[in-house]
């Protein structure tokens, strides 16, 4: 019986992720690559929003992609997983990298003034760096697949064993694991491009393989919900108390202990609540989940765009920015994702999609 909450987890914030790059955007608290404050207030408020979602969003994604790696490993066999993560996720950030990210590339140099700081850059480096760039938000499918060959390698040792015992995981075991979330939280971070935390994110894989992809477990988080909400929103005010106005996405803000805690938190009561109250499907929901990776995948492009031509010159006022990025952000992301899912060559090349399904 499929899991509709899991669903509904993921595409709720995968748009949450489009609305954050907005404000992202023209953050005012000096997080660079991008176009920067353009606003003329002295503190801009609304940044609040980067700090209340950042901390918990793409480990809650993690957590769901590891309890998807089960349910498909439940009906097909590790060399199946193999193969169809690595045309799901490998292909898009590779081959895709020259079919269609490149675009993104460029227009990334081109809001870091890569080539106007390093104008005696060779054309051959341009074009790697360009090409480099066009990772962009791709570096989320670059770490799930290599968790995914990983999570093979660990399913020949355990052969089950631990995921069985992990079925009897209680709500103290669930609040002690606060202890190695942080620990993993402060281990393992690349110190240049600080997504990469390798640490933190393949524990919380790890974690949504082993202990949530358990009904059982489930079970207990949906008791719980109410008081990890209540815990989740404490620990969401400490932490935007103390580190708003700071870079929230460097040292020492994104290895502190509130962070980390209110990342851990907040993920169990989105688990327990969603799994509670947002167990189900309709039309609405069903479509935006079959386009929830078309949107993660696409809508930085038009959000970017509309900073590096339209908001970085000053050819729009800040409040025309802010509205053209947030349209920008789901309407070419959907344009393009219904353009490109339909081209036999791109729809694999970008999306990793085989064949195109009706609907």
């Given at each position: 019986m499929r899991k509709h909450y899991i669903d509904n987890i993921r595409w709720i914030t995968v748009v949450l992720v489009v609305i954050y790059h907005v404000f992202y955007m023209?953050?005012?608290?000096?997080?660079?690559?991008?176009?920067?404050?353009?606003?003329?207030?002295?503190?801009?408020?609304?940044?609040?929003?980067?700090?209340?979602?950042?901390?918990?969003?793409?480990?809650?994604?993690?957590?769901?992609?590891?309890?998807?790696?089960?349910?498909?490993?439940?009906?097909?066999?590790?060399?199946?997983?193999?193969?169809?993560?690595?045309?799901?996720?490998?292909?898009?950030?590779?081959?895709?990298?020259f079919a269609f990210q490149f675009i993104q590339g460029y227009v990334n140099t081109?809001?870091?003034?890569?080539?106007?700081?390093q104008p005696e850059m060779p054309l051959v480096g341009k074009i790697a760096a360009i090409i480099a760039s066009g990772v962009g938000v791709l570096w989320y499918i670059q770490m799930l697949w290599l968790f995914s060959l990983a999570l093979v390698l660990i399913r020949k040792i355990d052969r089950d064993r631990l995921w069985?015992?992990?079925?009897r995981t209680n709500i103290v075991v669930i609040l002690l694991l606060a202890v190695p979330f942080y620990v993993m939280g402060i281990?393992?971070?690349?110190?240049?491009?600080v997504v990469y935390r390798f640490g933190l994110y393949f524990f919380a894989f790890l974690l949504g393989y082993f202990i949530f992809s358990h009904d059982e477990v489930i079970e207990v988080l949906k008791k719980w919900?109410?008081?990890?909400?209540?815990?989740?929103?404490?620990?969401c005010?400490?932490?935007?108390?103390?580190?708003?106005?700071?870079?929230?996405a460097d040292n020492p803000a994104y290895r502190s202990l509130p962070f980390l805690m209110y990342s851990y938190f907040a993920s169990l009561a989105i688990l327990g609540g969603m799994a509670k109250y947002m167990d189900f499907s309709t039309p609405f929901t069903e479509w935006m989940s079959k386009r929830s990776f078309g949107l993660y995948v696409f809508h930085y492009l038009g959000i970017s765009s509309v900073g590096l031509f339209l908001a970085k010159p000053g050819l729009i006022p800040a409040w025309a920015a802010y509205l053209l990025s947030f349209i920008a952000g789901f309407g070419l992301a959907f344009l393009l994702y219904e353009i490109i899912s339909r081209l036999p060559f791109f729809r694999w090349a970008v999306l990793g999609i085989k064949k195109r399904k009706a609907g």
């Open positions: 023209y953050n005012g608290e000096g997080v660079v690559g991008v176009v920067g404050k353009i606003t003329n207030v002295d503190v801009q408020y609304w940044d609040i929003y980067q700090y209340i979602v950042y901390p918990w969003f793409m480990v809650i994604l993690f957590m769901v992609s590891g309890i998807s790696s089960r349910l498909y490993l439940d009906r097909h066999t590790d060399r199946e997983f193999v193969s169809s993560r690595t045309t799901r996720l490998l292909v898009p950030c590779t081959i895709g990298l081109g809001l870091s003034e890569l080539f106007i700081r069985n015992i992990c079925s281990i393992l971070n690349t110190p240049l491009i919900c109410v008081p990890l909400i209540a815990a989740a929103a404490a620990l005010i400490i932490f935007c108390v103390i580190y708003f106005g700071q870079n929230y």
